[in-house]
């Protein structure tokens, strides 16, 4: 049975106390501020060597990752980083800061019942919506789902999914008691990865109060909402509710990630990967990308010695995790990003690092060569997806780049419209956390949404809340949907965890074979305009030109194509 294995204790990531912090080489005592770091081991170094290495350094182990050697260390000695990186048996070692962040939804209240949107380098929300009656009650407003063919008379009736096929989210969490999540959500096999920080350790709120005593959230809760959209997206049933999702009938893991706040941790991630891998999920969603720094470089010259080899560290971490994934059967996919830039050429960046460690850090300009790297989304055997509107063009904010982006997929647009004004309709619907609609005022008494981006739908005296978002991380679930899809319909017996399994390299084939070939846009020089409301009432004109590459085969906005989700299934 399936679930019987599964549910055995992960060998691979395991909490451990180690002794007391002592002074470390360069003679520093435990005087000062107790600090976090991660310490990366260097491969194929035992364990014994690894944790005398930092206790020689002055630190104390407290959680430990022994697939791919990564520690979370708190020492007291000023001079950890250092004296660690010094030891023979250490790879590379970083503060213990956020790296990685989910999109922060900025929201705002509707204006003269106009759709009113403020932009963030990570998603959007819309206002505005109409409702009519479908296969499911919101079907209609699922113009994704339409656009991709994954409709009750398209890829439902040819291969719903199938229930032993495990999708993992990585991210915020899942609030899997929502109605129309819940009954394709494994709560069991579910992890929380995260320990809520209400403030850091210069006073600074990251998560906000903790909703529980322990700090701990409950793995079927999500308290930013970024994760339930995912899942909603990729998963929700067919059940006479609300929507449903790209797949389904498949089931839905949370493999939590991600702070309250949005912000992903080192540690928390890698955990998240080889859980993934050793308790047989068959595909992942990485909606987020690598923080502090949106860009990892190796040797940027405008970064101090320090920072350049924390960011190697944090690129060595994440793809010895990646690989561990990949080799143990997990299909890894994640969205291409929101900066609205070309990943393949030389770009400025000013947004890094954007959590901070010590007093005094703040974010400042930086070139960005190619040679950088963003985690996940261009780490080796990662499906990068852009995102599209309803128009199929690539989305405004979608970040692109030949040979970067794999597939491109539904992420909404809500200004692929013919006046460039914006439309609520245009984003996409998934599902929210009714608690979070209750906190921020979004409904009334009675239960009904009091905002146009939220939308309530009830069957019988049960009902769920859904939301208006856009983003990559809205394109990067339909893609691994589609994934799930493509296990559910060609994956044989998964002879050491049951249920299913296919290489993610066939995966991946399939996904990418069966994509639309989608040229570029005539010119190829697209330029985007857009009326903005403003505050006053009045419109303000933004315009943009990006530069799609390639060919109608593979391109910088489109990569293969885009998904299909009943061509999978019929392949």
């Not at 590379?92 to 790296?99: D, E, S």
Request: negative net charge; glycine residues 10%.
């Amino acid at each position: 049975m399936r679930r019987a294995i599964v549910l055995a204790a992960c060998a691979a990531v395991t909490v451990a106390l180690a002794a007391p912090a002592q002074a470390g080489p360069s003679g520093n005592t435990t005087k000062g501020r107790t600090s976090e770091y991660v310490v990366l081991y260097k491969d194929g170094v035992s364990l014994a060597k690894a944790h005398s290495a930092v206790a020689a350094a002055g630190g104390t182990i407290v959680k430990e990752n022994t697939a791919i050697g990564l520690a979370t260390v708190r020492s007291a000695n000023t001079a950890f980083l250092t004296d660690a990186r010094k030891q023979a048996a250490v790879d590379g070692v970083a503060r213990n800061r956020a790296v990685g962040e989910a999109p922060k939804v900025q929201r705002v209240a509707a204006a003269k019942a106009q759709a009113v949107e403020k932009e963030g380098r990570h998603g959007t929300r819309t206002g505005g919506a109409s409702h009519s009656s479908a296969a499911e009650p919101l079907a209609d407003r699922q113009w994704d789902m339409k656009l991709i063919h994954a409709t009750a008379h398209g890829s439902y009736k040819k291969e719903p999914g199938d229930h032993r096929v495990l999708v993992g989210v990585i991210d915020t969490g899942v609030d899997g008691t929502h109605p129309d999540i819940a009954p394709n959500f494994d709560r069991s096999l579910s992890r929380n990865f995260t320990t809520d920080i209400p403030v850091d350790a210069d006073g600074t709120e990251v998560d906000g109060p903790c909703e529980h005593p322990s700090c701990v959230d409950p793995v079927d809760e999500d308290d930013n909402e970024h994760g339930t959209h995912v899942a909603s997206t990729i998963a929700s049933p067919l059940n006479g509710l609300g929507m449903a999702g790209v797949a389904p009938k498949v089931t839905l893991v949370s493999v939590r990630a991600g702070q309250d706040s949005g912000y992903f941790f080192l540690q928390p991630v890698v955990d998240a990967l080889t859980y993934s891998a050793d308790h047989g999920i068959d595909v992942v969603n990485m909606s987020f990308y690598t923080d502090p720094w949106l860009f990892n470089c190796v040797d940027n010259p405008a970064d101090s010695p320090e920072y350049q080899a924390e960011q190697r560290t944090v690129i060595q971490a994440s793809e010895r995790a990646l690989a561990y994934a990949h080799r143990h059967g997990v299909t890894l996919v994640s969205a291409a990003g929101n900066g609205a830039t070309d990943y393949t050429k030389t770009i400025i960046d000013a947004s890094s690092p954007d959590y901070v460690a010590t007093p005094g850090e703040a974010p400042y300009e930086r070139t960005i060569p190619p040679s950088c790297v963003s985690e996940p989304s261009e780490g080796k055997n990662v499906i990068a997806v852009s995102a599209l509107g309803i128009s199929t063009r690539k989305s405004y904010y979608s970040d692109y780049g030949n040979g970067y982006v794999a597939v491109s997929a539904p992420g909404g647009d809500s200004y692929d419209t013919p006046d460039g004004k914006a439309d609520v309709t245009k984003a996409i619907l998934a599902a929210y956390p009714k608690s979070l609609a209750e906190q921020r005022g979004e409904l009334n008494p009675d239960g009904t949404p009091n905002v146009p981006y939220v939308v309530r739908s009830c069957k019988g005296s049960t009902c769920g809340y859904y939301q208006y978002l856009q983003g990559t991380s809205m394109a990067s679930p339909h893609a691994t949907g589609v994934v799930a899809l493509i296990v559910s319909r060609y994956g044989q017996r998964d002879r050491v965890h049951g249920g299913l399994t296919l290489s993610p390299d066939r995966a991946k084939a399939i996904l990418e074979g069966t994509a639309t070939e989608h040229p570029c846009p005539t010119p190829r020089a697209y330029t985007y305009t857009r009326y903005v409301l403003q505050s006053d009432g009045t419109y303000q004109k933004v315009t943009a030109t990006h530069t799609c590459e390639g060919g109608k085969e593979r391109n910088g906005f489109y990569g293969h194509g885009v998904i299909d989700a009943l061509g999978a299934v019929s392949h």
